[in-house]
């Protein structure tokens, strides 16, 4: 009796394991298949798949009125509160009823921060793209962004393309859909240097390799560091050497982004080995490979420890003494603002090739596809990139320099920390670097040649790679 | 009606809900990731081309893939090594009669609290030729110069110290738990037969804490290969992929260059080894 129910109950526990077996194995199919209906499809995300809003034609014409209003989402990652709060407050002058709220994200986790919010298709209505392989690069983030071209031309008239700055339109045209406004342009190339260290100490302004070596050694002696770079960040290192092989070839490195020129020409290879001199020479500062520009590089020149830095236009704001007495403090500084001013950079080849930046839009603004308010969104990114009052705030607050041409800052009402020792030399910069010939920053650059450069150039600079194999190595690059 | 209960009776019900989230979040995250490690995807773009296994191809190709690989290897087996060899000299000191155990208990444990988001800038200043470091040298006139995070030979020694510092206190906090359950009877027997203490150490409580020394090893596996933080933050995986790891690496290629397709297969991968460490553990454990 006994062993017929152990073996009843064995025959009910086998039924029920197959029971469960089969549950479970029904509920894993039907999820592996469920899986693969939602992954196996090649198409787009949800999100892309939106047909796009496309703005009215008179732009202006927008959600001003006394309409409902609109709560929008401005996402990105510059200038940083609370000039982006500014910015708003000055639009809802005009624009009373949109709210826009500023998110912020740092430079470095932008991309990892948009990626998904953007393929979710909600949260997102403005956001900062910029040029080539930046972070918030345009190639990559435009696909979720509006065409604007219609209502820039709405905006500025059919001639919009001459009352703007070439780069902003050309950066941000994708597939020949202009994906963004650009706000403002950068440029880098040159120097800056803490004017008031050189007269202290008596050294000559560098223009060539000796004269920036013998600098640095003086420096040094006073306990100050020459040049200081924070080379384990990668964008920076570019900076210099494409400043290098415009010192070089003006004009090549442009090409060979472009396809135009061979990353092995021995230009290239000439300016690997001046690269890798700058570290062994003591030009660049002990251990620079192990800092990063920003925090510390930047620290360190804007507290009195460097007196030279390889910024770009963007560094024009700490001519401000507010702005600079606000960067210093959060540099753990409590002196009082000194006078920085731009150089151009060293003559390290000999050639006389001096005085080439490279510019970029340092970022632009986009209407999210699916945008809660299309109009409102568009709106905005017109007043900040094309009208006159958002291009003059941009001006004047020396961060950037204007895409609308008609607009330049108010150097009446602009007043820097020393102006006798400021103005001309940063005028004449900012007028130089507007007039430089078409050579993009990062706008050229692929996201795979940027990292590809960033690795070469610390191989060469910590000497486990030649000069001649990385630029081989950039050459592999597709 | 008996079958329903019978199904009632086995737990099934009760067990579906956490099944389901699991089979759902977990087990579909893991089919979907691989499954995009067979696609060329931006991430963001409206088509992705299947490009079957040429993710995986150009992964055994890549010489930064073979680098993480490489510094994964060593950075679990150094650290893993200091790390559960001071866990285990502080837990055993702490069990002897020292004064203010307290206070010696948080400090060897303080670091595990502190967030490597927050220690990333120190440590950058510190081991760098104008920080701390650098400047205790000079003082003291040691003719060293600190620039070990910008040399590639050096830059993933240094990452491995700051972990041993921050994780020795979890070792030591297992450890030390683990030796609060050995009979002190046996231990004082040994002693009346003559053993040493750093006999008794060796052979007895040692092997008597086993179980926490593969414990740790297997999460020290994990750990390793999940390794992101303080290599990103403190050096981004640089110079040169000195200090790339399986991690970083995933990171770099997913969202920086946008690679996701590639991205997914590094993390296939990633998963493949980390179950692949956690057996060979278990299996240690087990095969006494």
Redesign the interface.
């Known amino acids: 009796m006994f062993r017929g129910c152990k073996q009843f109950r064995k025959r009910k526990d086998d039924k029920m394991k197959k029971s469960i077996s089969f549950v479970l194995a029904t509920l894993m199919a039907s999820s592996t298949i469920l899986a693969a209906c939602g992954t196996a499809n090649t198409s787009a995300p949800a999100s892309a798949a939106a047909p796009a809003a496309e703005p009215a034609e008179d732009a202006s014409s927008g959600s001003d009125g006394a309409g409902g209003g609109s709560e929008l989402v401005w996402w990105g990652w510059t200038p940083g509160s609370p000039l982006n709060e500014q910015y708003i407050a000055e639009f809802n002058k005009e624009f009373p009823n949109t709210k826009i709220t500023w998110k912020q994200t740092t430079v470095d986790d932008y991309d990892a921060a948009i990626k998904p919010a953007l393929a979710n298709g909600e949260g997102v209505d403005i956001f900062e793209v910029s040029a080539g392989s930046a972070n918030g690069g345009v190639g990559i983030f435009g696909g979720q962004a509006i065409n604007m071209e219609e209502a820039l031309k709405g905006y500025l008239g059919d001639d919009y393309a001459d009352k703007l700055n070439e780069a902003s339109l050309k950066s941000m045209t994708v597939d020949g859909e202009l994906k963004a406004l650009g706000v403002g342009t950068v440029y880098a190339g040159n120097l800056w240097i803490n004017q008031d260290l050189f007269d202290e100490y008596n050294v000559k302004v560098p223009t060539n390799f000796d004269e920036w070596k013998s600098a640095c050694d003086t420096f040094k002696e006073n306990g100050i560091i020459g040049f200081v770079q924070g080379a384990g960040q990668g964008a920076f290192n570019m900076d210099t050497y494409h400043a290098i092989c415009d010192n070089i070839q003006p004009g090549l490195f442009t090409k060979a982004t472009r396809g135009e020129a061979e990353w092995t020409d021995p230009v290239f290879v000439q300016a690997l080995d001046l690269w890798k001199k700058l570290f062994d020479e003591g030009i660049m500062q002990d251990g620079a490979l192990g800092i990063q520009q920003y925090p510390e590089a930047n620290n360190m020149f804007l507290s009195g420890q460097a007196a030279m830095v390889m910024m770009g236009s963007w560094y024009t704001m700490n001519c401000l003494p507010d702005t600079m007495r606000a960067n210093m403090e959060a540099a753990s500084s409590t002196d009082e603002p000194f006078a920085m001013v731009p150089i151009n950079f060293p003559d390290i080849a000999g050639t006389g090739n001096v005085g080439y930046v490279f510019c970029d839009i340092d970022y632009a603004t986009a209407v999210a596809k699916d945008a809660a308010d299309v109009q409102a969104a568009t709106d905005f990114a017109l007043w900040l990139g094309a009208s006159e009052a958002g291009q003059q705030m941009i001006a004047d607050s020396l961060n950037l320099v204007p895409v609308l041409k008609s607009v330049s800052p108010n150097w009446d009402k602009v007043v820097l920390t020393n102006p006798e020792k400021q103005n001309k030399p940063v005028q004449e910069y900012l007028t130089n670097a507007m007039a430089n010939p078409d050579n993009p920053r990062f706008g050229g650059i692929s996201a795979d040649l940027n990292q590809a450069m960033m690795d070469v150039l610390a191989g060469v600079a910590s000497g486990t790679l030649s000069s001649a194999d990385g630029a081989a190595r950039l050459a592999e690059v597709e | 009606m008996n079958?329903k209960l019978?199904?009632r009776n086995?737990g099934?019900v009760w067990i579906a809900p956490a099944?389901?989230f699991l089979?759902?979040i977990i087990?579909?995250s893991i089919?979907?990731t691989f499954?995009?490690s067979t696609?060329d995807w931006?991430?963001?773009?409206?088509?992705?081309?299947?490009i079957g296994a040429d993710n995986y191809t150009k992964m055994f190709a890549d010489k930064v893939f073979w680098k993480a690989i490489r510094n994964t290897i060593v950075y679990f087996v150094i650290t893993f090594v200091i790390q559960n060899f001071l866990g285990f000299v502080f837990a055993a000191i702490l069990h002897s009669d020292v004064k203010l155990p307290t206070v010696h208990k948080c400090i060897i444990f303080i670091p595990t609290i502190l967030a490597p988001a927050t220690m990333a800038?120190v440590f950058?200043?510190m081991?760098?030729?104008?920080g701390m470091l650098q400047k205790f040298f000079n003082t003291v006139h040691i003719p060293i110069?600190?620039?070990?995070?910008?040399?590639?030979q050096t830059?993933l020694y240094v990452l491995m110290a700051i972990v041993v510092w921050e994780f020795t206190g979890m070792s030591f906090i297992l450890y030390y738990a683990a030796m609060s359950q050995i009979d002190k009877e046996m231990l004082e027997a040994a002693q009346i037969d003559g053993a040493g203490n750093i006999r008794i150490l060796i052979t007895m409580i040692f092997p008597l804490c086993k179980g926490t020394t593969v414990s740790l090893a297997m999460l020290g596996v994990i750990g390793a290969l999940k390794t992101f933080d303080i290599p990103y933050l403190i050096?981004?995986g640089?110079?040169?992929?000195a200090t790339e790891f399986l991690g970083t690496y995933i990171?770099?290629q997913g969202?920086?260059?946008?690679h996701l397709g590639y991205a997914a297969a590094l993390s296939v991968m990633l998963l493949v080894m980390a179950v692949v460490g956690a057996f060979l553990t278990n299996k240690a454990n087990k095969g006494e």
């Not at chain 2, 931006?42 to 081309?49: A, C, I, Q, W």
């Not at chain 2, 110069?145 to 590639?152: C, E, F, I, N, R």
């Not at chain 2, 969202?255 to 946008?258: D, G, P």
């Open positions: 079958k019978s199904i086995n099934m099944f389901l089979l759902i087990y579909y089919f979907y499954n995009l696609m931006d991430g963001l773009s409206p088509t992705m081309k299947r800038p950058r200043l081991f760098s030729p104008q110069t600190v620039d070990w995070l910008s040399k590639p830059a050096t981004t640089g110079p040169d992929h990171y770099r969202i920086r260059q946008s």
